[in-house]
């Protein structure tokens, strides 16, 4: 089976910065393309960022545009997420996933595109 782990969450204060990391173990995967979503409570689970192997393309969510980075390592299908100017809005669930399929467009946007998820890491931003 493939397992996703999630690190790094934790109590920031606004305008703060943290890196919230991905791993990947047990059975062996090539991915397409992995992701970060997250889920505040009472709310729908959102997209936050992409970033499909092929091309080495990111895709981010408007809300997290120019305060998000994404990066990973294919090979190892760990992915990343450095989080800097944090408001108390980014404050959530942060769920890792995993897509084995191929798409374009707004298709890695969607959870439906992903194969595996992991447990989540909490981040909590104060004001």
């Known amino acids: 089976q493939v397992q996703l782990v999630e690190s790094g969450g934790g109590l920031v204060q606004a305008g703060g910065s943290l890196r919230v990391s991905c791993a990947a173990s047990?059975?062996?995967?090539?991915?397409?393309?992995m992701a970060w979503f997250r889920q505040a409570p009472g709310k729908e689970r959102d997209f936050v960022a992409a970033?499909?192997?092929?091309?080495?393309?990111?895709y981010y969510a408007d809300s997290v545009k120019g305060r998000f980075t994404i990066s990973g390592d294919k090979a190892q299908n760990t992915v990343y997420l450095q989080m800097n100017s944090l408001k108390p809005e980014d404050t959530a669930l942060y769920y890792c996933a995993a897509s084995e399929d191929y798409g374009s467009g707004s298709y890695y946007y969607n959870a439906w595109a992903y194969n595996y998820w992991g447990q989540g890491t909490q981040v909590t931003v104060s004001s």
């Open positions: 970033i499909k192997w092929s091309g080495g393309l990111t």
């Open positions: 047990g059975r062996t995967f090539s991915s397409s393309a």
